[in-house]
């Protein structure tokens, strides 16, 4: 018997897309179908627990719990607060007892305490970022976009793109409570977007951006540094900087090929990567037939990649040729108005 799977899609709401939509996943054939809608106000980030049991939204009123039913559905339990404005991306620790949200527009920090049940509970601590940013007419405060443990858990690399900067902060696993503790600081004007690490937890990806590349840094929890700098690429063809802002990555489970998305090229580019030196080598960048891919995903079999595109209002799915570095157009789109993020789920 075949696995079974489902994929929930944020969104901003309109009366076409409200909020959250659920779609059946075909494995198999690369492609997914409208299942139903659940309504929330302004879903722009999503995440599920590890344990699988529980899906997390950002809405405008905080952080929303559902929990995740046997077929795929979800079952809203509650909404708690975080005293700011609505955030643009949510992680958790793997314990699943903290949620950490980063707030694009007001530059804060939050992170909320995850009660046994799997509802959300109180803020255990929040930082405000200051300073000046580098960019007047885009980035000239802060803007936290990403937050995200190191796999060993010990630190929360915080990417703040009005900053350039990615700022890590001890993490407290008893009072939830965080300490900065040290700076990356990224080139002048790059915007860090994102930060993701490799399967393995030896190197960590940081997309920035406005100068549309990928910095990769060697992480050794035992130097004091942590954070080793290895290679700077773009993320785009040559000729096509312009008007281009890199946007989401992806990493396969075997840490062999990293993926990311580019806004205005309209594009993804795909790179082999070598586990012993961290090293991207660049295969090719190939259009994704939408406008202003915000996230992308890999299909559980990783023979195929999902666009999630913000500006046209549509989901493109692709197949994925390796060896050849092609994605190849796999069926129609589906339509879903300014989706924002997906994310996969098997069902038991």
């Given amino acids: 018997m075949s696995e079974k799977y489902v994929a929930y899609v944020g969104s901003y709401t309109h009366d076409s897309s409200r909020g959250i939509t659920i779609l059946d996943v075909d494995n198999e054939a690369g492609r997914m179908a409208y299942r139903e809608e ?107 976009n990403c937050s995200v443990l ?80 290895v290679q700077n690429i773009f993320t785009v063809r040559k000729g096509h900087k312009e008007n281009t802002a890199a946007a989401a990555i992806q990493v396969s489970k075997n840490g062999d090929y990293v993926f990311c998305s580019n806004a205005g090229d309209n594009s993804v580019t795909i790179y082999s990567a070598d586990k012993e030196t961290g090293l991207l080598s660049l295969k090719n960048s190939l259009p994704i037939s939408g406008d202003y891919p915000k996230d992308i995903n890999l299909f559980p079999d990783e023979k195929h990649l999902v666009s999630v595109n913000n500006e046209s209002g549509t989901l493109t799915f692709f197949t994925i040729h390796y060896e050849k570095g092609l994605l190849v157009m796999n069926g129609n789109p589906i339509k879903i108005d300014t989706p924002n993020c997906i994310v996969l789920h098997k069902l038991v």
Avoid: W
């Fill in 38 to 144: 659940v309504i929330v106000n302004n879903s722009s980030y999503l995440t599920i627990s590890h344990s699988g049991r529980y899906l997390y939204s950002i809405v405008d009123e905080g952080v929303s719990s559902f929990k995740i039913l046997p077929d795929g559905g979800l079952e809203y339990m509650n909404t708690s607060s975080i005293k700011g404005m609505r955030g643009c991306h949510l992680s958790m620790t793997k314990a699943d007892d903290y949620i950490f949200v980063s707030g694009y527009h007001d530059g804060k920090l939050t992170v909320l305490h995850v009660n046994p049940d799997g509802t959300v509970g109180c803020i255990t601590d929040e930082v405000y970022h200051k300073g000046m940013g580098s960019v007047a007419e885009r980035n000239f405060r802060p803007h936290i």
């Fill in 150 to 229: 190191t796999p060993d858990e010990d630190l929360l690399c915080v990417c703040d793109i009005g900053m350039d900067q990615v700022k890590l902060y001890e993490f407290n696993k008893t009072t939830g409570k965080l300490k900065l503790s040290d700076i990356i600081r990224c080139q002048l004007e790059s915007a860090p977007r994102e930060i993701t690490f490799s399967p393995d937890g030896k190197f960590a990806y940081i997309v920035c951006e406005l100068k549309n590349y990928i910095d990769v840094y060697k992480y050794t929890p035992e130097n004091k540094t942590r954070f080793e700098f």
